[in-house]
Each structure stands twice: as structure tokens, then as C-alpha cells.
């Protein structure tokens, strides 16, 4: 039996530290410092918190055990972050063949044919789009792509 190799080409988009960087791009005072956003839980914190064994679904009194003095925490504000994703998916459903959104902070897209209509490689493509995302929306994203959704979303999780 013979597999057919599919021809289309998919990028899965995925917002870095979602709601936290939401928070950075709110107030830009808070570049470089630990920041986790969440309730009783820790759901989003900058990759700088993350390096000291902050993670999601902590629960908050052991973030602050941890950083102590050293880390704003902020309650979750889905409203803005949400008006930041619909300026991410504008730029995604303008800049490639098909959308479908995933979450809040992550989507697929169709791609296929585009870098070449525009005479780029496969990763000048999509660095074009990850600095136009960051311009415009100001949230850092990281891309990742393949033949099937599925093995983009794989791909991704395994860099992060």
C-alpha cells in the first residue's frame, strides 16, 4: 500500500507566554521582570520566570515563595488579551491561505504556494511574518511548519 504525501503545507502560530507578554505590551515597564498572570494558579509567565522553575499551573502562593519580592503577578485581563488575538488572526487570515484557530494564542494556517509567489524560502517567509507579527501586534510568536497541522503542533511543542 502506497501513502500519498500530501503537497499542502501548514504553519501552527503560537503565541510566546500569551497572556503575560499581553501584560509586557500593556505596560512596557515590565520588559525583564518576572511576571505570572493568573487566580489561585499560576496560567502564564514570562520565559525569565519560567527559567526559575515557574510553571503553569502552579499554584500561586509557591510562585511567590519562590520570587519572593521579585515578581509582579497580575490578575488575568481576558477582555485585552482577547483583542490582542483578533489582531493576530487578522494579520494570520490576510497573510496565508486558510485559518483555523486553535486558542486564544495559537492557529493553522495553509500556506502552500505562498513563499514561492512571493520568491522566498520556506523560513524567509516566515521569519517575514514572525517580525511582522511582533511590528504589529507585539507579541512574540513562535512558527513552526510541516506537511499536516498535527506534526506542526508536534514540532512546536518539542522547541519550546
Known amino acids: 500500500m502506497k501513502f500519498k504525501v500530501s503537497q499542502k503545507l501548514y504553519i501552527h502560530v503560537d503565541c510566546d507566554c500569551f497572556f503575560a507578554s499581553c501584560e509586557v505590551l500593556r505596560n512596557p515597564q515590565l520588559q525583564n521582570k518576572f511576571v505570572c498572570v493568573g487566580g489561585d494558579i499560576v496560567i502564564a509567565c514570562t520565559y525569565n520566570a519560567k527559567?526559575?522553575?515557574?510553571?503553569t499551573g502552579m499554584p500561586i502562593w509557591e510562585a511567590k515563595?519562590?520570587?519572593?519580592?521579585?515578581a509582579v503577578f497580575l490578575v488575568p485581563d481576558i477582555a485585552y488579551y482577547t483583542e490582542i488575538s483578533k489582531k493576530l488572526m487578522l494579520i494570520l487570515s490576510q497573510e496565508t491561505l486558510k485559518i483555523e484557530v486553535f486558542s486564544i494564542d495559537e492557529a493553522f494556517c495553509d500556506i502552500s504556494g505562498i513563499p514561492e509567489l512571493y520568491k522566498q524560502t520556506h523560513?524567509?517567509?516566515l521569519l517575514c511574518l514572525?517580525?511582522?507579527?511582533l511590528k504589529e501586534v507585539g507579541i512574540p510568536?513562535?512558527?513552526?511548519?510541516?506537511?499536516?497541522?498535527?506534526?506542526?503542533?508536534?514540532?512546536?511543542?518539542?522547541?519550546?
Not at 514572525?130 to 507579527?133: A, G, N, P, S
Not at 510568536?141 to 519550546?160: D, G, H, M, P, Q
Open 141 to 160: 510568536v513562535s512558527i513552526w511548519v510541516s506537511n499536516t497541522r498535527i506534526k506542526a503542533k508536534i514540532f512546536s511543542r518539542l522547541e519550546k
Open 65 to 70: 515563595k519562590i520570587l519572593k519580592n521579585h
Open 51 to 55: 527559567y526559575v522553575w515557574i510553571k
Open 130 to 133: 514572525q517580525k511582522k507579527i
Open 123 to 125: 523560513k524567509e517567509f
